[in-house]
C-alpha cells in the first residue's frame, strides 16, 4: 500500500505562483513514478505531469510545458509541483498518483494509488 497526501493548494491571482506537494508512505520502494493530474468542474479529469521516483526523467502536458515544474525531494519523499505564470483555466482540483511498473504514463487509469486532492484557484 502507499499513502499520497497533497498540501498546499490555495488562491492566487492570474500570473502567481503556487506549490503542491505530495508527500509519500508505505511502500515507496515499488514506486516507478509519481504523477499530477487536475479536474476542474464539470470537465474530465487532465494529466498534468509525471517524473519518475528516481527523478531522473518527468513529462508535461503542453497546456503547462513551460510554467509547471516537476521535482522529486529524495529527502522526504515528496513530490512538487512549482506552478508559475498561472492562469485561471488552471483552476481546478489536482490530484497526485502513484503509479507501480516500468514507464511514465499520462493515463490516470494507469496509477495504482490516488490522494484526495487540493484545490488550486486562479482568479482573474
Known amino acids: 500500500q502507499v499513502q499520497l497526501v497533497e498540501s498546499g493548494g490555495g488562491l492566487v491571482q492570474a500570473g502567481g505562483s503556487l506549490r503542491v506537494s505530495c508527500a509519500a508512505s508505505?511502500?515507496?520502494?515499488?514506486?516507478?513514478?509519481v504523477g499530477w493530474f487536475r479536474q476542474a468542474p464539470g470537465k474530465e479529469r487532465e494529466f498534468v505531469a509525471n517524473?519518475?521516483?528516481?527523478?531522473?526523467?518527468?513529462d508535461y502536458a503542453d497546456s503547462v510545458k513551460g510554467r509547471f515544474t516537476i521535482s522529486k525531494d529524495h529527502t522526504n519523499d515528496t513530490v512538487v509541483l512549482q506552478m508559475d505564470s498561472l492562469k485561471p483555466e488552471d483552476t481546478a482540483v489536482y490530484s497526485c498518483?502513484?503509479?507501480?511498473?516500468?514507464?511514465?504514463?499520462?493515463?490516470?487509469?494507469?496509477?495504482?494509488?490516488w490522494g484526495q486532492g487540493t484545490q488550486v484557484t486562479v482568479s482573474s
Open positions: 498518483a502513484a503509479r507501480f511498473g516500468n514507464r511514465l504514463s499520462r493515463t490516470g487509469n494507469e496509477y495504482d494509488y
Open positions: 508505505g511502500r515507496t520502494a515499488s514506486i516507478y513514478a
Open positions: 517524473i519518475r521516483w528516481r527523478g531522473d526523467r518527468s
